[in-house]
């Protein structure tokens, strides 16, 4: 079956330029998960969505970053103004809900976002 | 949260060796842990999971060890082969920094290199 999926692998933006990340859950996940992984470490919580509601955005760094899931399946991270220290990988993650509550969660292949 | 940078643990095991990689978590009230295997230009991928009224939970040559009292988890990897050379990640679901109790915390990774 499919996993996780995100578009695009790799993007180079040059400081100052808009860039939107594309996220395709497992289908049937309800949950879906952004995290930030700089190099060497672990993935960092971004924001959290159940459905198509954001119920949680408190790891965004800052106003710049937006994410959406209109539809509660594909999510979109979208960065404004890029600056150097956006170059991260972005994770997108998906997640059954059993009992009101999520458990594993699956993970893309990233993508990997350079600034320049 | 703790970050090593560059310079991840690492843990060099012969080929066929029995492998244990250790893991603080954070939070004590964390109720699910998961172990992820995280290879080179891929995204974490799912190992093993165990919930917290376990101690211990096994798989296919993986067994994951839990000590709430301590706050520690370990992943054991039986008869380890050279497709285990990865980066391991422990994670709790909430942790620390506050927000949704659905997020993941990532522990700092561990390198495992497996000589021939």
């Known amino acids: 079956g499919a996993g996780v999926s995100q578009s695009p692998r790799y993007k180079v933006a040059k400081r100052g330029q808009d860039v939107a990340l594309r996220c395709d859950p497992i289908?049937?996940?309800?949950?879906l998960f952004w995290y930030q992984q700089a190099l060497g470490q672990g993935p960092e919580f971004l924001t959290y969505f159940q459905n198509e509601a954001q119920l949680d955005k408190s790891g965004l760094p800052s106003d710049r970053f937006f994410a959406e899931r209109p539809e509660g399946s594909v999510s979109t991270l979208k960065i404004q103004r890029t600056q150097q220290e956006d170059s991260a990988v972005y994770l997108c993650?998906?997640?059954?809900?059993?009992?009101?509550?999520?458990?594993?969660?699956?993970f893309g292949p990233g993508t990997r976002l350079t600034v320049t | 949260g703790e970050s090593v940078g560059l310079h991840l643990p690492t843990l060099s095991v012969q080929e066929g060796d029995n492998s244990i990689i250790n893991c603080a978590y954070s939070n004590s009230a964390s109720d699910y842990f998961i172990w992820y295997k995280q290879e080179s230009g891929k995204g974490p991928q799912f190992i093993i999971d165990?919930?917290?009224?376990?101690d211990k939970r096994q798989g296919q040559r993986v067994t994951v060890l839990l000590n709430k009292t301590v706050k520690h988890l370990s992943l054991q990897i039986a008869a380890t082969q050279p497709g285990d050379s990865a980066v391991y990640f422990c994670?709790?679901?909430?942790?620390?920094?506050?927000?949704?109790?659905?997020?993941?915390?990532f522990g700092t990774g561990t390198r495992l290199q497996v000589t021939l």
């Open positions: 994670a709790e679901r909430g942790g620390r920094g506050g927000g949704t109790a659905s997020k993941l915390t």
């Open positions: 993650a998906s997640s059954p809900t059993r009992d009101g509550k999520t458990y594993e969660q699956y």
């Open positions: 289908s049937g996940h309800v949950s």
């Open positions: 165990i919930r917290s009224n376990m």
